[in-house]
């Protein structure tokens, strides 16, 4: 690049890039979905491009001003056109994935949903955008929009229109099933997240009759569209034959993630048993994921550092899992909720001393059968026997 270029162009923040203070200053670039740490210094200039004035004026960082240009976090104008620079500051704690559940209804009856029986519970259009805007203003990074379903959320387009430009990445998870060509366009998330549990046959053992042939037509609607897409599927007695079909359609859909992972026998599935494998079976099909997930832990802490849930009446809660144990109001307070939530230190757990315990960070809490005890799926993929080596 010819530095001319951008010293003599106004250099403006990329309509993509939010600006968060979280645990340290970040660029959170919303439509790459990926985060930059960078410096208060960094910052600072970066809150000056604006779109009023030119690069020359700014800085005479060449190396960093190009990487900017090239990781489209500035954009390059011929004139000036101001724009409002916002920074979203988190608390520590930082909250960076909020699953919003918009609604309970499903047009399905899944067998393994953990959510149980649907319900009429919605929440009001008023109150998921409040949320929502709460949630980018701590920091947040990632709104998994979910349900039920929540193409069946009656002011679905007016949710989507009114969260756009807030510095946050939407994500809406769908079963597919009502995803059309004709309505696509009207989804104006950055990414949508189909549940796949197979091919034809492990997927409708799940999820009923020609459910596969309208997730598949979701899918090329959304690829069609170019809007990204990823998946995300439970391994059950069905589909261990399917994984290899099921990789070759994801890397045809170009997806940018595919979430793999063990069923917990809760919700409908209470009454499904036989469709959970033994977790040594199901511990390979693991590696067929790939991408960053959004509900680990981090730093020296167990599962869900940074994760929260809201439900459909409202009530904030650790994960959707526990939705029978509220932390408050997510209406009126978000923040307030977040200070609530648990958070499990690795040191704590009867696995601490394991020498996977770093890169198995305890696994998932709600599965593990005590609240400090290793969760078995994850002691299955690092080849472990926690009760064995513990006696």
Known sequence: MNTADWRNSVLRLHPGAALKILETPF????????????????????????????????????????????EQILELLDAP?????????GDIPSLRYLELHLLHRCNLRCRHCYLGPPSEKELALEDAVAVARQFARNGGLRLLISGGEPLLYRNLETFLRQTSGLGIRRILFTNGT?????????????EISFSMDGMRFGHESLRGKATFDLLIR?????????????FSTMIHRDNLEEFQQMQELVKKARAVEWGVDILTVTGNLAGHGELC???????????????????????????????MAVMPDGKAVKCGFYSDHPLGDARKNLSDCWHKVPHIRLDQL????????????????????????PDPAMCAIYGVDYEQDKG
Do not use: W
Request: glycine fraction near 8%.
């Open 81 to 89: 056109e101001e724009i409002s620079i916002r920074v979203d500051r």
């Open 218 to 230: 979701g899918v090329e609607a959304a690829v069609k569209s170019g809007m990204d897409i990823s």
């Open 27 to 70: 660029v959170y670039h919303t439509q790459k979905d990926e985060l930059y740490e960078i410096d208060k210094n960094a910052l600072e200039f970066l809150k000056l491009c604006n779109g009023t004035r030119r690069g020359k004026q700014l800085t005479d960082q060449d190396e960093f001003v190009e990487y900017c240009i090239e």
């Open 277 to 307: 494998v033994d977790y040594k079976t199901a511990a390979p099909l693991m590696d067929y994921a790939f991408g960053g997930g959004y509900h680990g832990s981090s730093e020296d802490y167990a599962c869900g550092r940074h994760l």
């Open 178 to 190: 009502l995803i059309t060509p004709e309505n696509i366009g009207r989804l104006n998330a950055e």
């Open 350 to 373: 009867e696995c601490k001393d394991c020498k996977f315990i770093t890169e198995c960070r305890g696994g998932c809490r709600f599965r593990a059968p005590r609240p400090l005890a």
